[in-house]
């Protein structure tokens, strides 16, 4: 089944402790992003990535990194987590000649 | 860049009613998506429909992109098609992030 995964669907950790929210597609696409959902300001895009080893910032980068080391996985790191990282995240990926998106499940973060 | 406008903002129905909700932009629309968030935070793909219709089962889309709207029909509506339905265009730039509307919550009663 084509599908976007993302690991863990829920997580609720403290201030500074690392951790890693991993997204993986078996679609074979090169096009793949993060995005955060709060009320009120909807969704805002993290990073993305155009292929392997490139990346780039979204609008709200402040706080994680990303890496694209295989096509497939896009995971995203939060060296340090603040509260103001609670929230909803989303991964999506798509072709890129190709325009429709696909997103995971979604990770449900709380940072106490 | 481009902007999207949706209504109505919220919507309660009766099971087995019929609702269009409506999506407008503000420049032209090449990439349109439509979503389903259900009340569990999921964000399911409905249609992607630049333009034309589209049916799949009791939903169908239409987008007229002279005109920069879509609409998003449900028929028959079921309690689980309860939550909140986004439609989104993706920003002209190379980051190919989605721009969205704000949404249509939708309460369906048994």
């Known amino acids: 089944e084509a599908q976007v995964t993302q690991n863990p669907r829920y997580l609720i950790t403290v201030t500074g402790k690392k951790l890693t929210v991993t997204c993986s597609q078996n679609m074979n696409h090169e096009y793949m992003s993060w995005y955060r959902q709060d009320p009120g300001l909807g969704l805002r895009q993290i990073y993305y990535?155009?292929?392997?080893?490139?990346?780039d910032k979204g609008d709200v980068p402040e706080g994680y990194k990303v890496s694209r080391k295989e096509k497939r996985n896009f995971p995203l790191i939060l060296e340090s987590p603040s509260p103001n990282q609670t929230s909803l995240y989303f991964c999506?990926?798509?072709?890129?000649?190709?325009?429709?998106?696909?997103f995971g499940p979604g990770t449900r973060l709380t940072v106490l | 860049g481009i902007q999207v406008e949706q209504s109505p903002p919220d919507l309660i129905l009766q099971e087995g009613a019929n609702s269009t909700l409506r999506c407008n932009f503000s420049d032209s629309v090449n990439n349109l998506q439509w979503f389903h968030q259900n009340p569990w935070g999921q964000l399911i793909n409905l249609f992607y429909?630049?333009?034309?219709?589209k049916q799949n089962g009791r939903l169908s889309a239409t987008t007229v992109a002279t005109e920069r709207y879509s609409l998003l029909y449900i028929s028959s509506s079921q309690t689980t098609d309860s939550g909140v339905y986004f439609c989104?265009?993706?920003?002209?730039?190379?980051?190919?992030?989605?721009?969205w509307g704000l949404g249509t919550s939708l309460a369906v009663n048994p």
């Open positions: 990535s155009m292929n392997v080893e490139v990346t």
């Open positions: 999506a990926s798509s072709h890129p000649g190709g325009d429709e998106q696909f």
């Open positions: 989104a265009e993706i920003n002209a730039g190379n980051n190919r992030k989605l721009i």
């Open positions: 429909i630049p333009s034309g219709t």
